[in-house]
Structures are given as structure tokens and as C-alpha cells.
């Protein structure tokens, strides 16, 4: 296969975890058993409309913002530091959280450079923790930590980083994947909550610069090991993600909601992050069959969905995700738009 472009992949990625969102935002909050009864045997693995569009939820809305910041982050200081980028995400994330609740920017926060939407500014579920840690009027940090959370909000919103930081020659991986995890540790202070983010980052880093999905994620397990070296509870998420390396070559694993469920629900970033390194190991050329094995089952379906649609659609690139889950795509515009934002060569 001819090598992708990096507009393409970076396209892929976006589009793709949109799809993946949207695909399983309908059944998030679903028990297997009903979605299978609802949807048939093999679950849902189209679009359930609404008004002719395909809704994303906060998942999608935040990876926009945190774009949204990378890109004022540039714009303001052309060659940002790691404070620098992640200051402007914080920011754009307060601009999320307005839209949200309506209440008005305070002063001095930058507005962002998003339009504003509805797909935008409606309320798509948002998670808990984001909202609060973003109105408690101070940006979480590795030493100040807002809460103890590992919940998958961190690193459901993370990619952007991944796909502006990989193409910067001079910006190295572990820097890269640095602010991918102070990126998540924003709103989410647990150490699952944000470690999980710095190795999503590298992973979608690799495949970017076009390595196979299983040197990606063996590349990310090394590079994480050394940037969180000793700290506690590590060793939880990646005995998950060697277990998601295994089931993904298992060829006795005949059933992907077998293997997703012995991963977890994905509610919690460790668990998100193994379920999406499973169905991309595993439906690494094949867009539909791997979100429609990210969302089919008890957990936390659109985040499961938005990230293997990242990894996948980076993996197969924008031309490779069937033109079904691109057209009645609610924000398509604006996704289309940030990923040509994000190239850089
Ligand atoms: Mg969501």
C-alpha cells in the first residue's frame, strides 16, 4: 500500500474518532444485552440519526478544544513551550466549559477561535469532572491535582497533541507525550488519568510517522515506562495493555465483546485506552469492523469509539473510512477544517 500522506492521516484521526463517537454515543449507557436486542446481532454498526445528523458528544467537543489551544498556543508564540501549549489548551478548555453551562468568559481568557455551533455548545453528556475541575478556576496540574480522578475524560480529548507535536522535528517524543499527559491532568489528577494520556499520544505519534500499530503501542509501553519510572499504580495499566496485545493475536478470541469485556468497561482511562489498543491491533485495516467492536458492549461506548476511531483512522488515513461515516457527520466542517489547521509539512 502507498505510503499516507500526513494530511491524510491527520484527517483520518480526526474524522475517525468523531465516528467513532458518534457511532456509539447513542448506546454509551446501554448493557450489551439491550444494544444486541435493540440493534441486532451484530449491534449497532451504523449511524443512529438525529434530524438527518450524526450528533458527537463532548468527547469530540473537547478535542476540538484542545486543537482550538495548540493552534492559539502557535499563533501567539510561534515556537510555544510545553507551559505555553498547555495554558492555551486550559483556555480553550474554559471556553468549552461557557459554552456549556452559558455563563460568560472571564476576564482576560482569550476566546477561542472555534465557531460557535451548536455541535459546540450543546450539552452531549459531558463528563463531570471536566465541568467541575473547569469551574473550580484552577488549571489541575501533576502537583496540584484537582481531584483523584482516572476517569476517561483526560485522554478521550488528547489527540490533537499527538498530530501537531509529532510533525515538530525539534519538539523530541518524550516532550510530545509530556504534554499529552498534562493536557489530561488539566481536569484528571490520578496518575491512570493522565499516564494513559501520554502513552496515547505516543502510540498515534508512531503511527503518524507510518509505524505498524504494534511497534507504536511496544514503543509507547517503553517510552512511558521511563517518564513515569516509580510512580505507584503504573503497572495496572500496562499489564491491561499487554493483555489488549494478546487477545488482539489470540486467533482463539472469536468474539470482540469477549475480549473487550475482559479488558474492562472503559469508563476509567486505562481501560478506554487497552479496549481501543485491542480493536485497532485487531481491525487495523478495517475502519467499521473496529468501531463497531469499540462500541458494542457494556461500557463506556462513545469514548472506546472516539479512540480507536483516532488510532484507526490514522492507521487507514481519511480516504480509508468508509464515506457513510463521513457524510451525515455533525461537525464535519469544522473537524475537516482543524485537521488541515494541524499540518505542518
Ligand atoms: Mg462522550
Given amino acids: 500500500m502507498a505510503q499516507l500522506s500526513m494530511e491524510e492521516r491527520i ?45 458527537i458528544s463532548d468527547d469530540t467537543q473537547m478535542t476540538l478544544f484542545t486543537a482550538d489551544g495548540l493552534l492559539r498556543a502557535e499563533a501567539a ?33 482569550p476566546a477561542s477561535s472555534l465557531p460557535d455551533i451548536p455541535a459546540l455548545r450543546e450539552r452531549r453528556a459531558p463528563g463531570n469532572t471536566c465541568i467541575t475541575a473547569l469551574l473550580s478556576g484552577r488549571c489541575g496540574t501533576f502537583e496540584r491535582r484537582l481531584n483523584n480522578s482516572k476517569g476517561c475524560g483526560g485522554v478521550m480529548r488528547v489527540a490533537p497533541v499527538a498530530l501537531l507535536l509529532a510533525q515538530r522535528a525539534d519538539c523530541s517524543r518524550a516532550r510530545a507525550d509530556m504534554v499529552g499527559a498534562r493536557v489530561a491532568a488539566i481536569t484528571h489528577g490520578h496518575l491512570l488519568g493522565y499516564l ?104 463506556d461506548s462513545d469514548s472506546t469509539g472516539a479512540l480507536t476511531g483516532n488510532l484507526v483512522g490514522a492507521l487507514v488515513g481519511l480516504s480509508g473510512i468508509p464515506a457513510r461515516f463521513l457524510d451525515p457527520l455533525e461537525g464535519k466542517d469544522v473537524l475537516l477544517r482543524t485537521a488541515e489547521q494541524l499540518v505542518r509539512m
Fill in 11 to 55: 484527517a483520518g484521526c480526526l474524522i475517525g474518532g468523531a465516528a467513532g463517537d458518534a457511532l456509539g454515543f447513542p448506546v454509551e449507557f446501554l448493557s450489551a444485552e439491550s444494544i444486541f436486542r435493540d440493534f441486532g446481532e451484530r449491534g449497532i454498526t451504523d449511524y443512529l440519526l438525529t434530524e438527518g445528523k450524526a450528533c
Fill in 77 to 109: 508564540f510561534g515556537d510555544p513551550t510545553p507551559d505555553e501549549y498547555v495554558q492555551s489548551v486550559y483556555e480553550s478548555y474554559l471556553n468549552w466549559v461557557s459554552f456549556q453551562t452559558g455563563e460568560p468568559l472571564a476576564p482576560g481568557v
Fill in 196 to 299: 494513559p494520556a501520554a502513552f496515547f499520544t505516543h502510540v498515534l505519534g508512531e503511527i503518524l510517522r507510518g509505524a505498524p500499530p504494534e511497534r507504536a503501542v511496544e514503543d509507547a509501553l517503553f517510552a512511558v515506562r521511563i517518564l513515569f519510572c516509580g510512580s505507584a499504580d503504573r503497572s495496572r495499566f500496562f499489564s491491561l495493555v499487554r493483555r489488549a496485545q494478546e487477545l488482539a493475536r489470540d486467533r482463539a478470541v472469536f468474539d470482540d465483546l469477549d475480549a473487550v469485556r475482559e479488558l474492562g468497561g472503559g469508563w476509567v482511562a486505562e481501560e478506554t485506552v487497552a479496549i481501543a489498543v485491542y480493536c485497532a491491533l485487531r481491525h487495523r485495516d478495517d475502519f467499521e469492523a473496529a468501531v463497531v467492536a469499540a462500541v458494542n458492549h457494556d461500557g
